[in-house]
């Protein structure tokens, strides 16, 4: 499977919580394949969608999925480590292990030679770390979220992007509705 048969897979189970999206290609999959006002949509500042995640699940009570790749986690290390000794039990990191940067071109990262991210994080003190292979995402995501502890889900998958059209939204807008069903 690849990225966006994945999200496809599991957008029932995102359809009721928070989620904050990587950015380019997988938000644009999102949008595309399930458009939520609970989906926030990372047009910019790759590497911090696994941040954003957690400040927002550190400020209120709701679950919060942050949808991250391979590429964007290995471009800032250091948010294994803050979530590691900080993630509260409603905060859970997918991370999609396509072993490439899908948004830049498939261009291969470590992940895909010896960097093990799952290692990585329960190096970095995260306590519940789980890898699983694609087909198998929708039961660990839920079971995640069923289990109400702070989880990195590593998902191994094949490389490749759907084509998929820009997101027409203007980021206010997707800001905005987010905040609202943030507050809801």
Same mark, same amino acid.
């Given at each position: 499977?690849?990225?966006?048969?994945? #999200?496809?897979?599991?957008?029932?189970?995102?359809?009721?919580? $928070?989620?904050?999206?990587?950015?380019?290609?997988?938000?644009?999959? $999102?949008?595309?394949?399930?458009?939520?006002?609970?989906?926030?949509?990372? $047009?910019?500042?790759? @590497?911090?969608?696994?941040?954003?995640?957690?400040?927002?699940?550190?400020?209120? !009570?709701?679950?919060?999925?942050?949808?991250? @790749?391979?590429?964007?986690? #290995?471009?800032?290390?250091?948010?294994?480590? /803050?979530?590691?000794?900080?993630?509260?039990?409603?905060?859970?990191?997918?991370?999609?292990?396509?072993?490439?940067? @899908?948004?830049?071109?498939?261009? !291969?990262?470590? /992940?895909?030679?010896?960097?093990?991210?799952?290692?990585?994080?329960?190096? %970095?003190?995260?306590?519940?770390?789980?890898?699983?292979?694609?087909?198998?995402?929708? !039961?660990?995501?839920? %079971?995640?979220?069923?289990?109400?502890?702070?989880?990195?889900?590593? =998902?191994?998958?094949?490389?490749?992007?759907?084509?998929? !059209?820009?997101?027409?939204?203007?980021?206010?807008?997707?800001?905005?509705?987010?905040?609202?069903? =943030?507050?809801?």
């Amino acid at each position: 499977m690849i990225r966006s048969e994945i #999200l496809k897979d599991i957008a029932p189970i995102l359809r009721d919580q $928070l989620v904050v999206c990587n950015i380019g290609i997988p938000s644009q999959e $999102l949008h595309a394949i399930d458009d939520q006002p609970t989906n926030f949509y990372m $047009l910019g500042t790759m @590497g911090l969608c696994s941040s954003i995640g957690l400040g927002l699940a550190l400020a209120q !009570p709701k679950t919060v999925i942050s949808i991250d @790749g391979d590429g964007s986690v #290995l471009t800032n290390l250091g948010t294994l480590p /803050t979530i590691g000794n900080n993630a509260p039990s409603n905060y859970i990191l997918m991370i999609i292990d396509n072993g490439s940067y @899908g948004s830049t071109g498939d261009q !291969p990262t470590y /992940t895909g030679k010896k960097t093990d991210l799952a290692g990585m994080a329960r190096a %970095a003190g995260c306590d519940t770390v789980i890898e699983v292979q694609d087909v198998d995402t929708g !039961p660990a995501l839920q %079971a995640a979220i069923d289990s109400k502890k702070a989880t990195v889900l590593v =998902v191994k998958c094949d490389s490749g992007n759907a084509k998929m !059209p820009v997101i027409t939204l203007d980021p206010v807008v997707i800001k905005h509705r987010f905040m609202e069903a =943030v507050k809801a």
